[in-house]
């Protein structure tokens, strides 16, 4: 059973970088064949994807978090990890992280349960 | 960016009845739409995906439709645990985006 546990600080400060990981269990991130991604919900909105990473490192991000994020990968510990620079109040929200097929049949099909971020000093 | 627009915003429907769920997408997605079903403090569940295949496990009472532009999503006959929020999301482009939600409320 593939499982997703997202980690890290629950409360950011304003201008700080939010920093994230998602553990994996039950598939191995280096396997191939899917991207590892993040994606966002605002307390009580619609879902924002943020980017993801495929296992050699390739990337892509919503351009419309600029030049803020950075997703990165650990296949040694089969973790991947995101960081959100100069957090402003309008970046609080639960922070997911989920698998997505890259090629082929599928959808995100398996998700972290989500951790709240709160940007607040 | 392919902007997907759900419709209704809400459904108020009871258990037994059908529920019928629109995604419209900005320009084509071909058939790289999947569904989603969202419960309060809960991640997002993958139903369908590529339009109307159903994910492992999920009732025959779900399916989609669609291709293109139009996508629906059909609940023959709701069951208590069918009330949710329904997301649409699209990966026929790099940038995934979802809809905006269609809430399914009990009458």
Redesign the interface.
């Known amino acids: 059973q593939v499982q997703l546990q997202e980690s890290g600080p629950g409360l950011v400060r304003p201008s700080q970088t939010l920093s994230l990981t998602c553990t994996v269990s039950g598939a191995s991130i280096s396997g191939g064949g899917y991207y590892w991604?993040w994606i966002r919900q605002h307390p009580g909105k619609?879902?924002?994807?943020i980017g993801?990473i495929y296992y050699s490192g390739s990337t892509?991000y919503?351009?419309s978090f600029k030049s803020r994020v950075t997703i990165s990968v650990d296949t040694s510990k089969n973790q991947f990890s995101l960081k959100l620079s100069s957090v402003t109040a309008a970046d609080t929200a639960v922070y997911?992280c989920?698998r997505?097929?890259q090629y082929g049949?599928?959808?995100?099909?398996y998700?972290?349960?989500?951790t709240l971020v709160t940007v607040s000093s | 960016e392919i902007v997907l627009t759900q419709s209704p915003a809400t459904l108020s429907l009871s258990p037994g009845e059908r529920a019928t769920l629109s995604c419209r997408a900005s320009q084509s997605v071909s058939s790289y739409l999947a569904w989603y079903q969202q419960k309060p403090g809960q991640p997002p569940r993958l139903l369908i995906y590529d339009a109307s295949n159903r994910a492992t496990g999920l009732p025959a009472r779900f399916s989609g439709s669609g291709s293109g532009t139009d996508f629906t999503l059909t609940i023959s006959s709701l069951e208590p645990e069918d009330f949710a929020v329904y997301y649409c999301q699209q990966r026929a482009n790099w940038l995934r985006t979802f809809g905006g939600g269609t809430k399914v409320e009990i009458k």
């Open positions: 991604t619609g879902l924002e994807f993801y892509y919503n351009p997911f989920a997505d097929i049949s599928g959808g995100l099909d998700w972290g349960q989500g």
